[in-house]
């Protein structure tokens, strides 16, 4: 068994998963902090304008972001260049 070949293999998978979580995990603190879902005790009586509130701010913009672009980037990477792209007009 080829353990470099397999690793070769699923590295980029792998690294897009490691994407979509990290993405996924900054918004879920986000929506604990702003949006008080999922039920989080210390975070019951958070100020918004205190330096977590802000925080919880850019968490849930910046995790949303994150998941959607990897979401959007593993797609362009599996659905590959396309009918109109610089590949297909040169016939490779």
């Known amino acids: 068994m080829n353990f470099e070949a397999i690793g070769a ?4 998978r792998l690294l897009s998963i490691l994407r979509i979580m990290a993405g996924l995990m900054l918004m879920e603190h ?3 902090k702003l949006l008080k879902f999922p039920a989080v005790p210390t975070m019951a009586n958070l100020d918004l304008s205190s330096m977590p509130g802000i925080a919880g701010f850019f968490e849930l ?3 949303e972001l994150a998941a959607l672009y990897c979401f959007a ?3 362009l990477a599996a659905a590959g260049p396309g ?8 016939g490779k």
Do not use: E, M, N, V
């Open 9 to 12: 293999a699923w590295a980029p």
């Open 30 to 32: 986000g929506t604990a």
């Open 61 to 63: 913009i910046g995790g």
């Open 73 to 75: 980037f593993l797609y």
């Open 83 to 90: 009918p109109w792209s610089l590949d297909a007009q040169r």
